[in-house]
């Protein structure tokens, strides 16, 4: 949660699937508009990472990248968190800025999106139509400028049919759509990122696995990865700190999964 410099861009993945090189060049073509970005796919396929790299190579690269996870905090508190609040507004209330306040003239990004209270939903479609918020408690009205990139692993379209989410939110959120494959669809990055993450650990924990076996990668990639990369990376750092050659064996990807 927070105020963050971009760690990653677009430049740091690490893909050789057609379907991941379409979804770079497509978010390098979403960075170049100043226009609100959905992006869409399970836990662990990188959301936020396209997220940053999408704010890295945009016009707004120069001011903050502000994440929000929007399933951390409960209805009560996150108005508050959004908005910012002035003293007296609420028990134990302090003038405070808000994150949206706080990212003004750069990238808001609201992870977990669907996660938000429906009730909650249409305070911060009215922010964002008329681009100026209120802080809790206030009367004064401040001027805004974001730019929204929202990420979700959920069927927001079907939550809009089932009541969960407002339809006009998500009009105003989904201009630009970025979805991202899961990893068991795109399984020739298994063995790059493997690789990578292997190598990374090696230089980390100074351990001595350097490579895989072919039939350890074989069944390192038959594996379902239903956690997708976050999954990937667990297990691949737990081989590299009991693996005891430089090759990977099957036996270490086996004890592993």
């Known amino acids: 949660l927070g105020v963050r410099s971009t760690r990653y861009t677009l430049d740091d993945l690490v893909v050789s699937s057609p379907q991941m090189q379409d ?3 497509l978010a390098r073509q979403m960075a170049a508009k100043d226009i609100n970005v959905l992006i869409q796919g399970e836990t662990g396929t990188g959301k ?3 997220a940053q790299g999408i704010h ?3 016009s707004r690269r120069n001011e903050k990248f502000v994440a929000v996870n929007c ?3 409960p209805e009560t ?3 508050g968190m959004l908005f910012g609040s002035v003293k007296g507004a609420f028990t134990g209330s302090v003038d405070k800025m808000g994150l949206i306040e706080t990212a003004n003239h750069g990238t808001l990004f609201l992870d977990e999106v669907s996660e938000l209270p429906v009730s909650f939903q249409g305070k911060l479609l009215r922010v964002l139509q008329e681009r100026e918020v209120r802080r ?3 009367k004064k009205v401040i001027k805004i400028d974001v730019r929204i990139i929202a990420a979700t692993n959920k069927n927001l379209k079907q939550m809009t049919l089932e009541g969960l989410f407002r339809e006009d939110l998500l009009y105003r959120l989904d201009v630009l759509n970025l979805p991202l494959p899961p990893l068991r669809k795109r399984r020739e990055d298994i063995r790059l990122l493997a690789e990578h993450y292997l190598i990374e650990y090696k230089e980390q924990f100074e351990t001595c696995a350097d490579h895989f076996t072919e039939e ?3 069944l390192l990639g038959s594996y379902p990865f239903m956690g997708n990369i976050r999954e990937l990376r667990n297990i691949v750092e737990r081989i590299s700190v009991t693996a005891q050659d430089r090759a990977v ?4 990807v086996e004890e592993s999964l």
């Open 23 to 25: 979804a770079v060049t």
């Open 48 to 50: 936020e990472i396209f």
């Open 56 to 58: 890295a190579l945009s």
């Open 71 to 73: 399933a951390a905090f």
């Open 77 to 79: 508190l996150i108005e």
């Open 136 to 138: 809790v408690g206030g």
């Open 216 to 218: 350890a990668m074989a």
């Open 249 to 252: 064996q099957v036996l270490d």
